[in-house]
């Protein structure tokens, strides 16, 4: 502290600071202009929303109506439980848990109850409510999630092709007795898919026999589609697209939990080949696509049993678009009908990711803006550049780089051949471990300047990395038998090895860090209000969170609103985040492998910055202790007050080729600020900028707090509202008041 | 360095010209519509907003005020506009943003800074930056400063004025401006004159000169019940349109009433009730009947 400042009274020490503080910046009246600019915005609630933004209808009224069922939570409701353990219905005694499992999955398909509606297109359907509620069913084991398995390869192999993997694989001997032990309840799966399909048919057969009309030949063709698959390659579209769902739907029925990847990729030459023929038209193939995308929504209406985070979080995620192993551009026609059938539909229980690049087709970003202004965040975007690179740069090899899905959340991987498993913290607890506000006996730190905290909280960082790079050496070996996705992933049948039994060619565990924005803007609020303006001393400052700034509510004010915070396209506060940003990832990337294990770093909190709040003291930024704080790399909740191209603008002044895990920006844009042709357009460009100026994944979400405060009121009047955070979609309805408030809070960026 | 007074400094505006635009609120209008959105953007000095409910009750405006215009009786906090003359100690003050000045003193060259912030996003929407009020050219050194700037460096530039002034200000900005907004607010010489306080004529000559010196337009025309939404309006501005070469059409916008919420926190009375919003489907009728005066391609719709 300088002599002269020494001198000032607090009073006085208040008044420079705001000049010094304040003067920089430009006080700004958002919302009046806001609102005198657009005129309208503040009318508009979802009765007009849809007239603003009208869904086209392309698709028969059958399949609408089905969809709405479906959404409506009527086949939900009617799971059914196979309530025995697997060790009560077959003597288990002596089997190894992978066969254990296979046993229970084979009995599951000869169980399940079927259900087959009239009018759908596409049959196959995971009826047991363990499976719905991340169980397997009959095992009292949890499911298999964050991850995608290997279903572009699978479908191009059917089931007779990896039964054939695997009889060679034995054939060829060197497997040890859990090897072989593995492979054959691998087998026993193959077996229990053929037992399933069997019975579906059986079924169908019998409802075609007793019906007549336009039942009948839906039954038929769904029957003549059934047929030859999974077993076999597909030799239509049709046959693609209901083997992807029997190949998916059995995975769910026995309790897993996978993303499906690239749909477009993995059906786009099977369309293109029949629409050469003329063996089908394109309103024939968006009928099939719809009646897939129904499928994805028949668990709607079991979410009370899932908890309070909503009933889309089934980690069915999609992604559309990009190049594929060679570089080129995978869209094609059904990329768009996918598209299609979402714009229409609504369904937002596949949370589709589009892989963006330079050369993305002009078509295919109108589209997917035409889509996000439907809102409810279905369609988020990453940029491929920066994700390949990073890929690449951590280790990837270019071919498999490209291939990039992700985990059913958005942290990328590559199908079908990667465990994943990632390891969250809260980078927020490891400055309140610096600044001794943990409670747990460190003395009040006083740091003489800035860079002595600055450093004891990079120590703290360090420590806690360390600590994560230990989790590689316990990393599963032995654990959790699922010899059904080890099915579906390379190398599994190589190696006799299970997808918990370091039997993938990839394990994965990444660490994934949250909070980077409140840690900038405390250390930033810190840096100013203490180092550099001396308002007050540190210990001063301290005693104020740990009274929750109690009695100090303007200096609280002062922190919150003179004090630039990250999200602003502000260079100050923006370098403070790229410093602790630099220091997690440099750090990070000292440890790229340990133990055969890949330690990826990403930043995120997926809804953590609910549960991390108890942790969380009131922070030197002005938040209150149990304020919600920011949710993955987004700016805290209302402090963006410049707007969505500021928030882009902050968010990309990362280098994200420093991160293979990934971070995520959410952007939250009013309906008014995206109608008409020129919101098109400026979606358009918000995307095309996010890519050129190196952003990673980004959210656009159009909603409207005046929407949600009334879906939280009359959840009746919008049983359909879709939001999107955290990398995952819900029905708004669907969420607890906690969860609600919370998207309600985030900060809505207004024109 | 010319400077002037910005009341505010928008980015991501999607409706204000073509493209993902700033738009940059200058303070000051020499017109005084009654039903004005901007009230806060009227008078050419800077001002003091008072949101109430977000006053803690600090005291510090107390302690700072000359005038004596703030005071603090059982924990509530009292403010006696009559006292105020809007010197802004208290609004540096305030921490809350429960007094907080509006119109702030910049240079065009700070100003055509926060432009250049999101060039990306201009280069790949068509946007840039877009000079609005108050009225810009009512600070004409200073706009035209801005709107030379930014063209120079290569920023489009487009103008949202009333029109109202010397036609010398319009026709030096010109060249330096890609696309004026022209606010017509009515095409009724007694109703403009009674519910804007300007005579109408010198707003229409002025538009067909900067059309005569080949600046390209718009026509936006904010469509206000009781007020102007009627047919003889719509005739009137089809004339208008028709009348000029180089139009590129007519924007209509609904009105609000929004404007009011800020009258209250400006401490102005609402003199004259202000008419009710313009309903959507009023805004589409309205719309369609232009259509057939001036064809599809006359009508915008941003």
């Known amino acids: 502290m300088s002599d002269e400042n020494n001198n000032l009274s607090r009073r006085e020490f208040l008044k420079a600071g705001a000049a010094a503080v304040g003067g920089g910046m430009l006080v700004m009246n958002g919302?009046?202009?806001?609102?005198?600019?657009?005129?309208?915005?503040?009318?508009?609630?979802?009765?007009?929303?849809?007239?603003?933004?009208?869904?086209?209808?392309?698709?028969?009224?059958?399949?609408?109506?089905?969809?709405?069922?479906?959404?409506?939570?009527?086949?939900?409701?009617?799971l059914a439980s196979l309530d025995a353990r697997i060790d009560d219905v077959v003597d288990t005694k002596g089997m190894s848990g992978e066969m254990r499992v296979a046993t229970a999955i084979r009995h599951i398909a000869a169980n399940a109850p079927l259900r087959i509606h009239p009018l759908e297109r596409v049959a196959g359907s995971a009826t047991l409510r363990e499976a719905s509620m991340h169980r397997v069913p009959m095992c009292d084991l949890y499911s298999v999630s964050h991850t995608t398995l290997g279903f572009g390869r699978v479908l191009k192999l059917g089931y007779g092709g990896l039964r054939r993997q695997i009889d060679e694989r034995l054939a060829r001997g060197g497997l040890d007795e859990k090897g072989v032990d593995l492979l054959k309840a691998m087998r026993l799966c193959i077996d229990a898919a053929g037992v399933w399909h069997g019975r579906t048919m059986a079924r169908l057969e019998e409802l075609a026999r007793d019906s007549s009309g336009d039942e009948q030949a839906c039954y038929r063709s769904v029957l003549a589609n059934l047929r030859n698959v999974p077993e076999n390659p597909p030799t239509?579209?049709?046959?693609?697209?209901?083997?992807?769902?029997?190949?998916?739907?059995?995975?769910?029925?026995?309790?897993?939990?996978?993303?499906?990847?690239?749909?477009?990729?993995?059906?786009?030459?099977?369309?293109?080949?029949?629409?050469?023929?003329?063996?089908?038209?394109?309103?024939?193939?968006?009928?099939?696509?719809?009646?897939?995308?129904?499928?994805?929504?028949?668990?709607?209406?079991?979410?009370?049993?899932?908890?309070?985070?909503?009933?889309?979080?089934?980690?069915?995620?999609?992604?559309?678009?990009?190049?594929?192993?060679?570089?080129?551009?995978?869209?094609?026609?059904?990329?768009?009908?996918?598209?299609?059938?979402v714009e229409e539909l609504h369904i937002s229980d596949f949370p589709i990711a589009v892989r963006l690049n330079r050369r993305s087709p002009e078509k295919l970003l109108r589209r997917i803006a035409e889509v996000q202004r439907h809102g409810g965040g279905i369609v988020a975007c990453y940029n491929e550049e920066v994700v390949i690179k990073a890929?690449?740069?951590?280790?990837?090899p270019l071919d498999e780089a490209r291939e990039f899905t992700n985990d059913g959340c958005w942290e990328v991987l590559v199908p079908g051949k990667t465990t994943f498993i990632y390891s969250p913290f809260d980078l927020y607890q490891r400055l309140q471990q610096a600044l001794g506000l943990n409670g747990d006996g460190v003395q009040t730190p006083d740091y003489s300047d800035f860079e002595s905290l600055y450093g004891a909280f990079r120590a703290n960082l360090r420590a806690a990395i360390d600590e994560h790079n230990k989790g590689a050496d316990g990393y599963a070996t032995n654990a959790h038998p699922a010899p059904l996705v080890s099915l579906f992933t390379e190398d599994c049948i190589e190696r006799g090895r299970g997808y918990y039994d370091r039997g993938s060619h990839y394990s994965v565990l990444a660490t994934h860090a949250g909070?980077?924005?409140?840690?900038?803007?405390?250390?930033?609020?810190?840096?100013?209000?203490?180092?550099?303006?001396?308002?007050?001393?540190?210990?001063?400052?301290?005693?104020?969170?740990?009274?929750?700034?109690?009695?100090?509510?303007?200096?609280?004010?002062?922190?919150?609103?003179?004090?630039?915070?990250?999200?602003?396209?502000?260079?100050?506060?923006?370098?403070?985040?790229?410093?602790?940003?630099?220091?997690?990832?440099?750090?990070?990337?000292?440890?790229?492998?340990?133990?055969?294990?890949?330690?990826?770093?990403?930043?995120?909190?997926?809804?953590?910055?609910?549960?991390?709040?108890?942790?969380?003291?009131?922070?030197?930024?002005?938040?209150?202790?149990?304020e919600y704080l920011s949710t993955n790399f987004s700016p805290a909740p209302g402090t963006d007050s410049e707007g969505p191209t500021a928030v882009l603008k902050s968010y990309c002044s990362m280098d994200f080729t420093r991160l293979p895990?990934?971070?995520?920006?959410?952007?939250?844009?009013?309906?008014?600020?995206?109608?008409?042709?020129?919101?098109?357009?400026?979606?358009?460009?918000?995307?095309?900028?996010?890519?050129?100026?190196?952003?990673?994944?980004?959210?656009?979400?159009?909603?409207?707090?005046?929407?949600?405060?009334?879906?939280?009121?009359?959840?009746?009047?919008?049983?359909?509202?879709?939001?999107?955070?955290?990398?995952?979609?819900?029905?708004?309805?669907?969420?607890?008041?906690?969860?609600?408030?919370?998207?309600?809070?985030?900060?809505?960026?207004?024109? | 360095m010319a400077s002037g007074l910005v009341s505010d400094i928008q980015r991501f505006c999607t409706h204000d010209g073509p493209g993902?635009?700033?738009?940059?609120?200058?303070?000051?209008?020499?017109?005084?519509?009654?039903?004005?959105?901007?009230?806060?953007?009227?008078?050419?000095?800077?001002?003091l907003l008072y949101t109430a409910h977000l006053c803690i009750a600090c005291g510090y405006c107390v302690e700072c005020c000359p005038e004596h215009a703030h005071s603090i009786f059982n924990d509530e906090h009292h403010f006696d506009r009559t006292r105020c003359r809007e010197c802004l100690a208290c609004a540096d003050e305030c921490y809350t943003g429960a007094l907080e000045q509006v119109g702030r003193e910049m240079t065009a060259a700070q100003v055509v800074a926060v432009a250049e912030k999101d060039r990306a996003f201009y280069e790949e929407s068509g946007g840039g930056l877009t000079l609005s009020g108050g009225e810009p050219a009512a600070q004409p050194e200073f706009a035209l400063e801005i709107c030379s700037l930014a063209k120079a460096a290569?920023?489009?530039?487009?103008?949202?004025?009333?029109?109202?002034?010397?036609?010398?200000?319009?026709?030096?900005?010109?060249?330096?401006?890609?696309?004026?907004?022209?606010?017509?607010?009515?095409?009724?010489?007694?109703?403009?004159?009674?519910?804007?306080?300007?005579?109408?004529?010198?707003?229409?000559?002025?538009?067909?000169?900067?059309?005569?010196?080949?600046?390209?337009?718009?026509?936006?025309?904010v469509l206000i019940p009781d007020v102007n939404l009627n047919q003889q309006h719509l005739d009137g501005v089809a004339a208008v349109f028709r009348s000029l070469a180089n139009c590129g059409g007519i924007e209509l916008l609904a009105y609000h009433p929004l404007g009011a919420s800020k009258l209250e926190r400006l401490g102005i009375e609402c003199t004259r009730p202000l008419p009710a919003a313009c309903a959507p489907d009023e805004l589409v009728s309205a719309a369609n009947y232009l259509r057939g005066l001036v064809g599809e391609s006359g009508v915008i719709e941003r």
Request: hydrophobic residues 40%; charged residues 25%; proline residues 3%.
């Open chain 1, 31 to 78: 919302v009046g202009a806001a609102e005198a600019k657009s005129p309208g915005a503040k009318s508009m609630g979802l009765a007009n929303f849809d007239a603003v933004f009208p869904s086209p209808s392309r698709l028969s009224a059958a399949t609408r109506s089905l969809a709405s069922r479906s959404l409506s939570g009527e086949f939900g409701r009617a």
């Open chain 1, 236 to 341: 239509s579209f049709a046959e693609a697209v209901q083997s992807l769902w029997f190949l998916y739907a059995f995975q769910r029925l026995a309790g897993q939990w996978s993303g499906i990847g690239r749909i477009d990729q993995m059906l786009g030459d099977y369309l293109k080949k029949d629409l050469a023929a003329g063996k089908i038209t394109l309103d024939e193939a968006r009928e099939l696509i719809a009646h897939f995308w129904i499928k994805g929504t028949e668990w709607c209406g079991e979410a009370a049993a899932f908890g309070g985070s909503g009933d889309a979080q089934y980690y069915q995620n999609i992604i559309l678009g990009g190049i594929d192993a060679s570089g080129r551009e995978v869209t094609n026609d059904v990329t768009y009908l996918v598209l299609d059938v």
């Open chain 1, 391 to 396: 890929l690449t740069e951590f280790g990837y």
């Open chain 1, 515 to 626: 909070g980077v924005g409140d840690v900038a803007n405390s250390l930033l609020a810190i840096k100013k209000l203490v180092y550099e303006e001396k308002l007050l001393t540190l210990a001063e400052m301290l005693d104020m969170l740990k009274s929750n700034w109690q009695g100090q509510e303007n200096l609280r004010k002062l922190a919150q609103n003179r004090v630039p915070k990250y999200g602003n396209d502000d260079p100050e506060a923006d370098a403070m985040a790229r410093r602790v940003y630099d220091d997690f990832t440099g750090y990070a990337a000292q440890v790229k492998e340990r133990n055969g294990v890949w330690r990826p770093a990403g930043i995120s909190t997926f809804g953590r910055e609910i549960e991390w709040r108890a942790g969380r003291k009131a922070t030197p930024a002005g938040n209150l202790q149990g």
């Open chain 1, 661 to 751: 895990g990934i971070g995520t920006v959410e952007l939250k844009v009013h309906p008014a600020s995206v109608k008409g042709e020129a919101g098109i357009r400026a979606l358009t460009a918000l995307m095309k900028t996010f890519v050129k100026l190196g952003g990673c994944f980004v959210h656009i979400d159009v909603v409207d707090t005046a929407m949600l405060l009334d879906a939280q009121r009359h959840p009746e009047k919008h049983p359909n509202l879709s939001v999107r955070i955290a990398g995952w979609s819900a029905r708004f309805a669907t969420l607890n008041k906690e969860w609600q408030d919370m998207v309600i809070n985030r900060t809505q960026q207004v024109v």
């Open chain 2, 20 to 47: 993902i635009r700033t738009t940059v609120f200058l303070k000051g209008c020499p017109l005084d519509c009654f039903w004005c959105h901007n009230p806060e953007s009227k008078s050419f000095a800077p001002g």
């Open chain 2, 154 to 221: 290569g920023i489009s530039v487009c103008i949202e004025t009333c029109g109202f002034g010397p036609a010398e200000r319009f026709l030096s900005l010109a060249p330096h401006v890609d696309l004026f907004l022209w606010d017509l607010k009515d095409t009724d010489e007694a109703r403009h004159l009674a519910s804007t306080g300007a005579v109408l004529a010198p707003i229409l000559e002025n538009l067909r000169r900067v059309d005569r010196a080949g600046g390209t337009t718009v026509l936006r025309c």
